[in-house]
């Protein structure tokens, strides 16, 4: 299991502070990020923010509903830089709430575990996942996919169907005992197998 780490975030009007503290490490001081910087999360997968050396980047992941903040701390005595790597993963949605309610606000949370609990996967496909897997270089391709782009830690079950595209799947999110995102797992370049590729449509 992965070691969790308490984050201690800390809500004002133009900016938000945080600090780490785990069983090995605590952060050397407050991260703070500015409102507008974490408002652009709303629509860009990614941003960068930085505070004195450090910097962190934020990753959103609209369809796990999570926030992932890879911190680089650095510091510097003047003669040499020094400092270490953390990352954390948070409810985007309860982040959110807190950015929009009325000042200050404290929240102190457990970063999630995405080793923990893992949604899942439930094959309802026959042949389209039959004519995947007997290809090896579509196989490959399916396993990685499924792999990086289903690690939704609050989802229950996705159910794979197939789709009227070959080697392509139609997938159904089940949260919190009801119906969640829906869309297409589409296998697209397959003029050149080799250099074909999934993404996901919503």
């Given at each position: 299991?992965?070691?969790?780490?308490?984050?201690?975030?800390?809500?004002?009007?133009?900016?938000?502070?945080?600090?780490?503290?785990?069983?090995?490490?605590?952060?050397?001081?407050?991260?703070?990020?500015?409102?507008?910087?974490?408002?652009?999360?709303?629509?860009?997968?990614?941003?960068?923010?930085?505070?004195?050396?450090?910097?962190?980047?934020?990753?959103?992941?609209?369809?796990?509903?999570?926030?992932?903040?890879?911190?680089?701390?650095?510091?510097?005595?003047?003669?040499?830089?020094?400092?270490?790597?953390?990352?954390?993963?948070?409810?985007?949605?309860?982040?959110?709430?807190?950015?929009?309610?009325?000042?200050?606000?404290?929240?102190?949370?457990?970063?999630?575990?995405?080793?923990?609990?893992?949604?899942k996967i439930v094959f309802k496909s026959k042949k389209n996942l039959h004519a995947a897997l007997g290809n090896?270089?579509?196989?490959?391709?399916?396993?990685?996919?499924?792999?990086?782009?289903?690690?939704?830690?609050?989802?229950?079950?996705?159910?794979?169907?197939?789709?009227?595209?070959?080697?392509?799947?139609?997938?159904?999110?089940?949260?919190?005992?009801?119906?969640?995102?829906?869309?297409?797992?589409?296998?697209?370049?397959?003029?050149?197998?080799?250099?074909?590729?999934?993404?996901?449509?919503?």
């Open positions: 299991m992965k070691e969790r780490t308490l984050v201690y975030i800390t809500f004002r009007d133009d900016c938000i502070g945080l600090r780490t503290v785990s069983r090995s490490k605590k952060s050397p001081h407050r991260f703070y990020i500015s409102r507008h910087k974490l408002e652009e999360l709303e629509h860009k997968s990614e941003v960068i923010a930085n505070d004195i050396h450090s910097f962190a980047i934020l990753r959103r992941d609209a369809y796990a509903g999570t926030v992932e903040i890879a911190f680089t701390w650095l510091g510097s005595d003047g003669n040499r830089i020094s400092g270490y790597q953390d990352a954390i993963t948070l409810p985007y949605g309860k982040m959110m709430e807190c950015l929009y309610e009325s000042k200050p606000v404290v929240w102190k949370a457990l970063s999630i575990d995405n080793s923990v609990k893992q949604a090896s270089a579509i196989r490959r391709k399916l396993i990685r996919f499924l792999r990086d782009q289903f690690k939704w830690v609050y989802s229950e079950k996705i159910e794979i169907y197939d789709d009227f595209m070959p080697y392509s799947f139609f997938f159904r999110e089940t949260r919190n005992g009801e119906v969640g995102i829906s869309g297409g797992l589409i296998l697209h370049g397959q003029e050149d197998m080799e250099t074909a590729y999934y993404s996901m449509h919503t």
